[in-house]
Antibody, heavy 118, light 107 residues
Framework: EVQLVESGGGLVQPGGSLRLSCAASGFTFSSYWMSWVRQAPGKGLEWVAN????????YYVDSVKGRFTISRDNAKNSLYLQMNSLRAEDTAVYYCARAWLGTNFDYWGQGTLVTVSS | DIQMTQSPSSLSASVGDRVTITCQASQDISNYLNWYQQKPGKAPKLLIYDASNLETGVPSRFSGSGSGTDFTFTISSLQPEDIATYYC?????????FGQGTKLEIK
């Protein structure tokens, strides 16, 4: 059974940093593109970033470029999102998702809430 | 960047009704369009991929169609468990965007 479990969310002040993790199991993690998708409270879904199987390619939504970094450790079956210079508008539930052939998100984690507030 | 315009933003229908949601892309995306269902407090679930393909295990009352810029998602006979918010999502050269969502309620 495919499982994605996020962790690392919490309350952080504006300008602060946070690192999210996603532990994957039930599939060959190193064979898949992986992504982060977020959802602000009461709002819609927004794709944040994705990373190629070997980590050699990374893509970001414009609003997080230069502030967020996606990475992965295939030996640990883990995906990460380093978030720096956080802003109030980054407040959201962050989902880890498997990207089937880099086209659709076929499995999702349960999400972790990040709240940016003073 | 490709923008997705989804309509309506909310919809009220009766059990057994046929329900249709549309999604329009700001430029030609071929069939690179997926549909998701999200229930309150839950992660989204993939229903339709590549515009018209039903994900494994998804009931056949759900369907999708379209190509280019105009896409349609249909529930042929609305069931109480279909109450959720539905999103379209496009992919273009490993960049993605979602529609604004359609909140579906029972009348």
């Amino acid at each position: 059974e495919v499982q994605l479990v996020e962790s690392g969310g919490g309350l952080v002040q504006p300008g602060g940093s946070l690192r999210l993790s996603c532990a994957a199991s039930g599939f060959t993690f190193s064979s898949y593109w992986m992504s982060w998708v977020r959802q602000a409270p009461g709002k819609g879904l927004e794709w944040v970033a994705n990373i190629k199987q070997d980590g050699s390619e990374k893509y970001y939504v414009d609003s997080v470029k230069g502030r967020f970094t996606i990475s992965r450790d295939n030996a640990k079956n883990s995906l990460y999102l380093q978030m720096n210079s956080l802003r109030a508008e980054d407040t959201a539930v962050y989902y880890c998702a498997r990207a089937w052939l880099g086209t659709n998100f076929d499995y999702w984690g349960q999400g972790t809430l990040v709240t940016v507030s003073s | 960047d490709i923008q997705m315009t989804q309509s309506p933003s909310s919809l009220s229908a009766s059990v057994g009704d046929r329900v249709t949601i549309t999604c329009q892309a700001s430029q030609d995306i071929s069939n690179y369009l997926n549909w998701y269902q999200q229930k309150p407090g839950k992660a989204p679930k993939l229903l339709i991929y590549d515009a018209s393909n039903l994900e494994t295990g998804v009931p056949s009352r759900f369907s999708g169609s379209g190509s280019g810029t105009d896409f349609t998602f249909t529930i042929s006979s609305l069931q109480p468990e279909d109450i959720a918010t539905y999103y379209c999502q496009q992919y273009d050269n490993l960049l993605y965007s979602f529609g604004q969502g359609t909140k579906l309620e029972i009348k």
